[in-house]
Nanobody, 115 residues
Framework: QVQLVESGGGLVQAGGSLRLSCAVS????????MGWYRQAPGKQREWIAG???????TYADSGKGRFTISRDNAKNTVYLQMNSLKLEDTAVYYC?????????WGKGTLVNVSS
């Protein structure tokens, strides 16, 4: 059974940095893309960044210039480096995998940015 496990969240001061990890466990035949999403309290889940099969990276405006998505194929892990964090970045961050005919979500990791 394929699972996604996020880690790396925590409490950080505004202006600080965090690196989130999303580890893929289990066998999956083909991954089309992976992405990071977040959901702040009282708000809808929103897309933050994505990385495609050929490594093309895309970002929502909220993270451009501050967030970097990357992957380590050998470790089956996708990362989200977040710099210059703002109070409004506080949210639960989720990893999503899109395969052939399927999608999978992780359980999320909490990022709490304090002043």
């Amino acid at each position: 059974q394929v699972q996604l496990v996020e880690s790396g969240g925590g409490l950080v001061q505004a202006g600080g940095s965090l690196r989130l990890s999303c580890a893929v466990s289990g066998f999956i035949a083909s991954i089309n893309s992976m992405g990071w999403y977040r959901q702040a309290p009282g708000k809808q889940r929103e897309w933050i960044a994505g990385i495609g099969i050929v490594g093309t990276n895309t970002y929502a405006d909220s993270g451009k210039g501050r967030f970097t998505i990357s992957r380590d194929n050998a470790k089956n892990t996708v990362y989200l480096q977040m710099n210059s964090l703002k109070l409004e970045d506080t949210a639960v961050y989720y990893c999503k995998l899109d395969g052939v005919g399927m999608s999978l979500w992780g359980k999320g990791t909490l990022v709490n940015v304090s002043s």
